[in-house]
């Protein structure tokens, strides 16, 4: 049978007191190796429950409860429920601000990356066209130091000496006759066409088979290849 009582005394450097019983009697021994939670110091005018049992022929104090201390207990647990929902709230408050700041960082990063290629780009792209007014600028400064070097009357003498060459081209081609067509072939050309024939046999005259030779691919009316059609022909 459970009975309940309060501490009335506790020796700490021995570990053991005596429990006053609430329903009167004898003070009840108790060891503190027969507590729960006995990292906690036991305190004068704690209340117990507990049974009393025989040990060695003495009584003394065994499943103890300690009734202060559940209630205690009980009432810090229940206080710290709404503690715990809210520190789960504010580490994921917390979780989101990183995960935003993290997110603004790599933005930030990626503008600033996109910044810096756009300025490299234009450096380089200034870069080249220094590079070709300077190559401009060196080239005329080169063909300046040339004429500079030849001298005026040298120009005058260079410019001259074309102009004379261009008349005289000039002259040349107006000078030049027309060669003369031999009235064979012209008539040649009126009066023959290419239609498929190859041979000196398939030509009715002289005049046909040269144009064929000379007009009419595939033919073979030219075997030494000297430019006159047919020699061998008897038909003329």
């Known amino acids: 049978m459970f009975n309940k009582g309060k501490i009335q005394r506790y020796n700490a450097e021995q570990g053991f007191g005596f429990i006053t019983m609430n329903a009167g009697g004898q003070d009840v021994f108790f060891h503190i190796r027969d507590l729960p939670n006995r990292e906690i110091e036991p305190a004068i005018g704690e209340n ?125 081609a107006a000078t030049v006759k027309p060669a003369s067509v031999s009235p064979v072939v012209v008539a040649s050309q009126t009066q023959f066409s290419c239609d498929g024939r190859t041979h000196c046999s398939q030509m009715r005259s002289y005049e046909e088979a040269v144009f064929f030779l000379k007009n009419c691919p595939g033919n073979q009316m030219d075997g030494d290849n000297d430019g006159q059609p047919c020699e061998n022909d008897s038909r003329w």
């Open 48 to 172: 117990l429950k507990f049974m009393i049992v025989e040990e060695n022929g003495k009584f003394k104090a065994d499943n103890i409860m300690r009734l202060d201390l559940m209630c205690e207990l009980s009432q810090a647990e229940n206080s710290e429920l709404p503690l715990v929902g809210q520190t789960q709230v504010d580490h994921l408050k917390s979780s989101q601000r990183k995960l935003g700041i993290s997110m603004l960082a790599g933005l930030i990063g990626l503008l600033v990356l996109a910044v810096l290629g756009s300025q490299l780009y234009q450096y380089y792209q200034e870069r080249q066209q220094l590079k070709v007014q300077q190559l401009v600028e060196e080239q005329k400064k080169i063909i300046a130091a040339q004429r500079a070097a030849l001298g005026d009357s040298v120009s005058d003498e260079i410019i001259v000496k074309e102009k004379r060459e261009e008349a005289a081209a000039l002259s040349a």
